[in-house]
C-alpha cells in the first residue's frame, strides 16, 4: 500500500464511516478516487485532511465527509444519469462517475474546467462530460437527471435544477440567505410534480453565481459590507423562543445576575467528591469566563479543600507564578511570566486577581497545605514556536511565513481553507529542521535550570527526563502533524495532571482551567468521530464520575483573539450565534447568566432533548469570524460532553495587562515589566 492510499483507507475509516457514512457504494468510491490527484502538488500532502482545501480560482475541493454525504444523498443505485454542478477540482464528479452510469458536470470558471477534463483523462474516467456554463442554469439536453448535486450555494433552490430532476429523484444542494453559510437540503421529485425537501445539516460553500443563483452585482455589493448579512426572517411557528425545547432549558437553569453574588451552594453540591473540576471556556479571551472559573474555583478551594489549579499553560510560566502565589523562599525563576503571544491568556487583569486572592489565602497557611499553581501544556509550547519562528525569520523568511501558518492550523477546530494554502511546505523546513530541533533542545535545557533548583523534584525526574526524550518527536509532530500532534498535546496535559495529584497525595484534588475542546468529552463530538482524544475524555476514563466537566458558552459580544498565530491581540466583535447551535438555543432564553445541570438534571427529559448533536462554537487563540462556520463550529452532544453548562448570553473580551495597565499591581507581582 502506498501512503496515500493509507491515508485514503484511514480517511474513509475515520472520516466518513466514522461519522456514518453508511452506503458501501459511496465508502468504496471514495477509498479508490485518488484525492491527491485533485488538489495542487504543494498541496498533496494535505490531501486526506479533514477539511476543504484551496484550488485556483480562488475556490475550494469540498471536504471529503461532506462529498460523501451529499453523495450518499443522492441514493443513487448505480445506473443513472447524473448532474454535478460547480467541477471545481473534478474531484466530486470523479467520486460521482464511479458510482452512477455517467455524469455531466458544470464550472462557471473557464481554466477549472479545463483542468478537471485533462484529469478525468489522465486518470482514465470517461464517463464524465464537462462544460464551462453557468449551472444554476441546469443542463437541459441531458435532462431528466436521476440525481443532481449543487457544491455551491445560492439563496434559494434554482428552480431549472428543479426542473431538470428525474421522478423519484434526489436534488442536494446547499441553500442560504447568507454568503456565508447555508443548510444542505435535499429535494425529492414526487409523482404528479410535487417535491419533497428536507434539510440535513449545517454547511459553508463557496457561493452559486448564476442567474438562478446570486448574481455577479450581488456578489461585488456584499464585498466589505453587511448587505447580505444573516437577515433571519421570522421564526416559523415552534421555531421560535417559545419552542418546548427552548422553554424546558428555561425552566430547568439556575440564572444569576452576578458572577461575584451567584449562589453556587446546589453546584458545589452536585460536584460532590469529585476529585477533578475540569472548568472549561468557549473562548481564550472573555472576562466573563475567566471570572466565573475563579470564583467556582475559590469555592471549592475554601470548601472542599482542593489544593492544585492547574491550567492550559507552559510549565515554566504557570512556575513562576505558583513561586509568588505559594509565597516560596527559593529564589524565583528569572523569566517574566507569558510575554510571548499569546499573551492575552494569562497575563490579564481577570487571572491577575485570581493569583492575588490565591496568594492571600495561601499566606495564612503552611507550605504544605497552600493552593499551587502548574501549567499542564506541552513544555514551552509557545515560547519554542517563537524560537522557531525567531530563527526562521532569520535564516529563510519564506520558511517562516509557511511555519506560521502551520502554527495557525495547530487546533483542529481553527481551520480556514486559505492557510492550508499558505502553509504548503517547502522543502527548506527539512534542511533547517535539524538545527530547528538544536534550538529548541537548547531552549529546554536553559528553562529547565529552575526545576533542578526548587525543591520539588518530581517534575524534574519524571517530567523533565521523558520531555527531553521526547522533544525531537513533539517538535516534529507539531509542525507537520494535526489529529497526531493534537492527541500528544492532550496527552501530556493529562499525564502532567495525573503526575500533580500523585505528587500531592491520594486525597488531592484539582481544578482544571482549560478551552472546553480540552476538557469536554471529545468522544461526544466530532473530535472524537476523527480519532481525537482529550483531557477531559482521558479524566472520564481514568476517573469516571470523580470528574466533573463543565463547560462555558455566549452568544455574543467582544473576544480578545488575533487574526493569524503570532498576530498582535485585538478586541474582535463575537458574532451572534449560529441557527443551529447550542449557543443560540440558550440565546433563545433570554437568560443573561445561567447554570444548567446536565448529569442527572431533576427533569430528566433536559438530556434527552439536547442529546441530538447540535453545532457548538469554539475559539482560541485565533478567531476568523470570516470564516465562522467553517474554522470554528464543531458538532457535539452537549450533555454527553459536559456534566453541567455555565451560560453568559452577552460577554465582554478579557482586560489585557500591558504597559500603562500595569499600574497599580504589586511591585513583586510575577508578570512584572
Ligand atoms: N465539487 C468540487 C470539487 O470536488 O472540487 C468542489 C467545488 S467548489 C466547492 C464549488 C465550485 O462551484 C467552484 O469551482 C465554483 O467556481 C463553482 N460554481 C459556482 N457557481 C457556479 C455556477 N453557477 N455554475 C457552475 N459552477 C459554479
Same mark, same amino acid.
Given at each position: 500500500?502506498?501512503?496515500?492510499?493509507?491515508?485514503?483507507?484511514?480517511m474513509?475509516?475515520?472520516?466518513l464511516?466514522?461519522?456514518g457514512?453508511?452506503?458501501?457504494?459511496?465508502?468504496d468510491?471514495?477509498?479508490?478516487?485518488?484525492?491527491?490527484?485533485?488538489?495542487?502538488s504543494?498541496?498533496?500532502?494535505?490531501?486526506?485532511?479533514d477539511?476543504p482545501?484551496?484550488?485556483?480560482?480562488?475556490?475550494?475541493?469540498?471536504?471529503?465527509?461532506?462529498?460523501? %454525504?451529499?453523495?450518499?444523498?443522492?441514493g443513487?443505485?448505480? $445506473?443513472?444519469?447524473?448532474?454535478?454542478?460547480?467541477?471545481?477540482?473534478?474531484y466530486?464528479? &470523479?467520486?460521482?462517475?464511479?458510482?452512477?452510469n455517467?455524469?455531466?458536470?458544470?464550472?462557471r470558471?473557464?481554466?477549472?474546467?479545463?483542468?478537471?477534463?485533462?484529469?478525468?483523462?489522465?486518470?482514465?474516467? @470517461?464517463?464524465?462530460e464537462?462544460?464551462?456554463?453557468?449551472?444554476?442554469?441546469?443542463w437541459?439536453?441531458?435532462a431528466?437527471?436521476?440525481?443532481?448535486?449543487?457544491?455551491?450555494?445560492?439563496?434559494e433552490?434554482?428552480?431549472?435544477?428543479?426542473?431538470?430532476?428525474?421522478e423519484?429523484?434526489?436534488?442536494?444542494?446547499?441553500?442560504?440567505?447568507?454568503? %456565508?453559510?447555508?443548510?444542505?437540503v435535499?429535494?425529492?421529485?414526487?409523482?404528479?410534480?410535487?417535491f419533497?425537501?428536507?434539510h440535513l445539516?449545517?454547511?459553508? +460553500?463557496?457561493?452559486?453565481?448564476?442567474?438562478?443563483?446570486?448574481l455577479?452585482?450581488?456578489?461585488?455589493?456584499?464585498?466589505g459590507s453587511?448587505?447580505?448579512?444573516?437577515?433571519?426572517?421570522?421564526?416559523a411557528?415552534?421555531?421560535?423562543p417559545?419552542?418546548?425545547?427552548?422553554?424546558?432549558?428555561r425552566?430547568? $437553569?439556575?440564572?444569576?445576575?452576578?458572577?461575584?453574588?451567584?449562589?453556587?451552594?446546589s453546584?458545589i453540591?452536585?460536584?460532590g467528591?469529585?476529585?477533578?473540576?475540569?472548568?472549561?471556556?468557549?473562548?481564550?479571551?472573555t472576562?466573563?469566563?475567566?471570572?466565573?472559573?475563579?470564583?467556582?474555583?475559590?469555592?471549592?478551594?475554601?470548601?472542599?479543600?482542593?489544593?492544585?489549579?492547574?491550567?492550559?499553560? @507552559?510549565?515554566?510560566?504557570?512556575a513562576?507564578?505558583?513561586?509568588y502565589?505559594?509565597l %516560596?523562599?527559593?529564589?524565583?525563576?528569572?523569566?517574566?511570566?507569558?510575554?510571548?503571544?499569546?499573551?492575552?491568556?494569562w497575563?490579564?487583569?481577570?487571572?491577575?486577581? +485570581?493569583v492575588?486572592?490565591?496568594r492571600? +489565602?495561601n499566606?495564612?497557611?503552611?507550605p504544605?497545605?497552600?493552593?499551587?499553581?502548574h501549567?499542564?501544556?506541552l513544555?514551552?509550547?509557545?515560547?519554542?514556536?517563537?524560537?522557531?519562528?525567531?530563527?526562521?525569520?532569520r535564516v @529563510?523568511?519564506?520558511?517562516?511565513?509557511?511555519?506560521?501558518?502551520?502554527?495557525?492550523?495547530?487546533?483542529?477546530?481553527?481551520?480556514?481553507?486559505?492557510?492550508?494554502?499558505?502553509?504548503?511546505l517547502?522543502g527548506?523546513?527539512?534542511t533547517?529542521?535539524?538545527?530547528?530541533?538544536?534550538?529548541?533542545?537548547?531552549?529546554?535545557?536553559r528553562?529547565?535550570?529552575?526545576?533542578?533548583?526548587?525543591?520539588?523534584?518530581?517534575l524534574?525526574?519524571?517530567?523533565?527526563?521523558?520531555?527531553?526524550?521526547?522533544?525531537?518527536?513533539?517538535?516534529?509532530?507539531?509542525?507537520?502533524?494535526?489529529?497526531?500532534?493534537?492527541?500528544?498535546?492532550?496527552?501530556?496535559m493529562?499525564?502532567?495532571?495525573s503526575?500533580?495529584?500523585a505528587?500531592?497525595?491520594?486525597?488531592?484534588r484539582?481544578?482544571?482551567w482549560?478551552?472546553?475542546?480540552? #476538557?469536554?468529552? &471529545?468522544?461526544?463530538?466530532?473530535?472524537?468521530?476523527?480519532?481525537?482524544?482529550? #483531557?477531559?475524555q482521558?479524566c472520564?476514563?481514568d +476517573?469516571?464520575?470523580?470528574?466533573?466537566? #463543565?463547560?462555558?458558552?455566549?452568544?455574543?459580544?467582544?473576544?480578545?483573539?488575533?487574526?493569524?498565530w @503570532?498576530?498582535?491581540?485585538?478586541?474582535?466583535?463575537?458574532?451572534?450565534?449560529?441557527?443551529?447551535?447550542?449557543?443560540?438555543?440558550?440565546?433563545?432564553?433570554?437568560?443573561?447568566?445561567?447554570?444548567?445541570h446536565l448529569?442527572e438534571?431533576?427533569?430528566?427529559? #433536559?438530556r434527552g432533548?439536547?442529546?441530538?448533536?447540535?453545532?457548538e462554537?469554539?475559539?482560541?487563540?485565533?478567531?476568523?469570524?470570516?470564516?465562522?462556520?467553517a474554522?470554528?463550529?464543531?458538532?457535539a452532544?452537549?450533555?454527553h460532553?459536559?456534566d453541567?453548562?455555565?451560560?453568559?448570553?452577552?460577554?465582554?473580551?478579557?482586560?489585557?495587562l500591558?504597559?500603562?495597565?500595569?499600574?497599580?499591581?504589586?511591585?513583586?507581582?510575577p508578570?512584572?515589566?
Amino acid at each position: 500500500m502506498t501512503g496515500f492510499e493509507a491515508l485514503r483507507a484511514r480517511m474513509v475509516e475515520r472520516d466518513l464511516r466514522g461519522r456514518g457514512i453508511a452506503d458501501s457504494r459511496v465508502l468504496d468510491a471514495m477509498g479508490t478516487v485518488p484525492r491527491e490527484a485533485f488538489v495542487a502538488s504543494d498541496l498533496r500532502e494535505f490531501a486526506y485532511e479533514d477539511a476543504p482545501l484551496p484550488i485556483e480560482q480562488g475556490q475550494t475541493i469540498s471536504q471529503p465527509y461532506i462529498v460523501a %454525504r451529499m453523495l450518499e444523498a443522492l441514493g443513487l443505485r448505480g $445506473s443513472e444519469t447524473v448532474l454535478d454542478v460547480g467541477t471545481g477540482s473534478g474531484y466530486a464528479a &470523479a467520486v460521482l462517475s464511479r458510482i452512477a452510469n455517467r455524469v455531466y458536470t458544470i464550472e462557471r470558471h473557464g481554466p477549472l474546467a479545463e483542468v478537471a477534463r485533462r484529469r478525468f483523462r489522465e486518470l482514465g474516467y @470517461d464517463n464524465i462530460e464537462v462544460r464551462h456554463g453557468d449551472g444554476s442554469l441546469g443542463w437541459p439536453e441531458h435532462a431528466p437527471f436521476g440525481g443532481i448535486v449543487v457544491a455551491a450555494g445560492g439563496p434559494e433552490i434554482p428552480q431549472p435544477l428543479l426542473d431538470q430532476l428525474a421522478e423519484g429523484a434526489s436534488l442536494v444542494v446547499p441553500v442560504g440567505e447568507t454568503l %456565508r453559510s447555508q443548510r444542505l437540503v435535499r429535494v425529492v421529485r414526487r409523482p404528479g410534480d410535487r417535491f419533497e425537501a428536507e434539510h440535513l445539516e449545517a454547511v459553508r +460553500f463557496v457561493p452559486l453565481v448564476g442567474e438562478a443563483g446570486w448574481l455577479p452585482a450581488e456578489l461585488e455589493a456584499s464585498e466589505g459590507s453587511t448587505s447580505l448579512e444573516p437577515v433571519m426572517a421570522a421564526p416559523a411557528a415552534g421555531l421560535g423562543p417559545d419552542r418546548p425545547l427552548v422553554r424546558l432549558l428555561r425552566e430547568s $437553569s439556575e440564572p444569576f445576575d452576578d458572577i461575584g453574588e451567584a449562589e453556587l451552594g446546589s453546584l458545589i453540591e452536585r460536584i460532590g467528591d469529585a476529585r477533578i473540576v475540569l472548568l472549561g471556556e468557549a473562548t481564550h479571551g472573555t472576562s466573563e469566563f475567566y471570572r466565573m472559573r475563579a470564583r467556582i474555583t475559590r469555592e471549592l478551594i475554601e470548601r472542599k479543600g482542593f489544593r492544585i489549579v492547574a491550567v492550559e499553560a @507552559d510549565w515554566p510560566d504557570a512556575a513562576k507564578i505558583d513561586h509568588y502565589a505559594r509565597l %516560596r523562599e527559593t529564589p524565583p525563576p528569572e523569566w517574566t511570566a507569558f510575554t510571548r503571544f499569546p499573551t492575552w491568556m494569562w497575563r490579564n487583569r481577570e487571572v491577575a486577581e +485570581f493569583v492575588e486572592w490565591m496568594r492571600s +489565602f495561601n499566606a495564612e497557611r503552611e507550605p504544605g497545605d497552600r493552593v499551587s499553581f502548574h501549567g499542564l501544556d506541552l513544555y514551552s509550547l509557545f515560547r519554542s514556536i517563537e524560537a522557531v519562528l525567531d530563527y526562521l525569520d532569520r535564516v @529563510d523568511p519564506d520558511t517562516a511565513r509557511v511555519a506560521r501558518a502551520r502554527y495557525g492550523c495547530l487546533t483542529p477546530w481553527e481551520r480556514d481553507p486559505a492557510v492550508y494554502g499558505r502553509a504548503a511546505l517547502t522543502g527548506t523546513y527539512r534542511t533547517c529542521e535539524a538545527e530547528v530541533v538544536q534550538i529548541l533542545r537548547d531552549l529546554l535545557a536553559r528553562r529547565m535550570e529552575y526545576a533542578g533548583r526548587d525543591g520539588e523534584t518530581f517534575l524534574d525526574a519524571v517530567q523533565n527526563a521523558r520531555l527531553v526524550a521526547n522533544a525531537e518527536r513533539y517538535y516534529r509532530v507539531m509542525y507537520y502533524g494535526s489529529v497526531e500532534s493534537w492527541n500528544l498535546r492532550d496527552s501530556h496535559m493529562f499525564d502532567t495532571l495525573s503526575t500533580l495529584l500523585a505528587f500531592r497525595g491520594s486525597e488531592a484534588r484539582a481544578v482544571v482551567w482549560e478551552h472546553n475542546s480540552h #476538557v469536554g468529552n &471529545a468522544a461526544a463530538t466530532e473530535m472524537g468521530a476523527r480519532g481525537e482524544h482529550n #483531557v477531559g475524555q482521558l479524566c472520564r476514563q481514568d +476517573f469516571g464520575d470523580a470528574a466533573f466537566l #463543565v463547560g462555558f458558552g455566549t452568544d455574543t459580544g467582544t473576544v480578545a483573539a488575533a487574526s493569524e498565530w @503570532d498576530g498582535p491581540m485585538e478586541i474582535k466583535d463575537v458574532r451572534p450565534s449560529h441557527p443551529e447551535s447550542y449557543e443560540r438555543l440558550f440565546h433563545e432564553t433570554g437568560l443573561e447568566a445561567a447554570l444548567l445541570h446536565l448529569r442527572e438534571p431533576a427533569r430528566p427529559e #433536559v438530556r434527552g432533548e439536547l442529546e441530538p448533536p447540535r453545532l457548538e462554537r469554539a475559539i482560541g487563540v485565533i478567531y476568523r469570524p470570516e470564516t465562522e462556520l467553517a474554522s470554528h463550529y464543531f458538532q457535539a452532544s452537549l450533555p454527553h460532553q459536559f456534566d453541567e453548562y455555565v451560560w453568559f448570553d452577552r460577554t465582554r473580551a478579557v482586560a489585557p495587562l500591558i504597559g500603562p495597565e500595569l499600574e497599580g499591581v504589586p511591585e513583586t507581582y510575577p508578570f512584572g515589566l
